[in-house]
């Protein structure tokens, strides 16, 4: 599983977007660009995925730029709803399925 | 159509008790995963199963086996519980196609032991 660097936590207020970037320097050809979400107390939810340019979905938007060394999971305007820990995870050859420590995202009123 | 479903959803254990939990899940997957996530922290993968008939160790499998008992179920037990297996646990599952990594996992809400 190519390794993932993400920042360890945000802060952002009600009504703003928020921006989460993803490193992955040795994503491989075939590897898709996936992002989780979990909230306190619950297991993590699959909310968008991606390979190239821009997926936008109800949720979220991925932005990947053409090198696919890294990718930006949007949120637009978030509420005291979307504080959650978000994880980016990339491909999966092997079955494994890990996680790293994820971004806390946290929104203020 | 239920997901992935764990039980216990809360255990309490004395150090040195054994006790198993349980997964299902309804999705007809391949795959499935066990998880620990202690406070604060990400996600850890204790063993995963491929597919039915096989497992493998994850990040951290000391003081657990597991047991895929069919495509549906995925136990993990605790042979001698331990304080330091205090956690929450979580089971999810997925349809893995190797060298295709555009599948979503779903997982179960979670296993809180508190090992005492």
């Known amino acids: 599983l190519a390794k993932t660097t993400q920042p360890i936590s945000m802060d952002s207020y009600e009504g703003q977007e928020v921006n989460i970037t993803c490193s992955h320097n040795?994503?491989?050809?075939?590897?898709?660009i996936t992002w989780y979400q979990q909230f306190p107390s619950q297991g993590p939810r699959f909310i968008i995925q991606?390979?190239?340019t821009k997926v936008t979905n109800e949720v979220a938007s991925l932005f990947i730029p053409a090198d696919r060394k890294s990718s930006t999971l949007s949120l637009p305007r978030v509420s005291l709803s979307d504080t959650a820990v978000y994880y980016c995870?990339?491909?999966?050859?092997?079955?494994?399925?890990?996680f790293g420590a994820g971004t806390t995202v946290t929104v203020r009123a | 159509n239920a997901g992935v479903t764990q039980t216990p959803k809360f255990q309490v254990l004395k150090t040195g008790q054994s006790m198993t939990l349980q997964c299902a899940q309804d999705?007809?997957?391949?795959?499935m995963y066990w998880y620990r996530q202690d406070p604060g922290m990400g996600l850890r993968l204790i063993y995963y199963?491929?597919?039915?008939?096989?497992?493998d160790k994850g990040e951290v499998p000391n003081g657990y086996n597991v047991s895929r008992l069919n495509k549906r179920e995925f136990s993990l037990r605790l042979e001698s519980a331990a304080p330091s297996q205090t956690s929450v646990y979580f089971c999810?599952?997925?349809?893995?196609?190797?060298?295709?990594?555009?599948?979503?996992?779903?997982f179960g809400q979670g296993t809180r032991l508190t090992v005492v």
């Open positions: 995870l990339v491909g999966d050859n092997d079955y494994k399925l890990s």
């Open positions: 040795n994503i491989a050809t075939n590897d898709y």
């Open positions: 991606g390979y190239k």
């Open positions: 999705m007809n997957h391949n795959s």
């Open positions: 199963s491929a597919s039915e008939g096989t497992t």
């Open positions: 999810a599952s997925m349809d893995f196609a190797l060298g295709v990594s555009d599948t979503e996992a779903f």
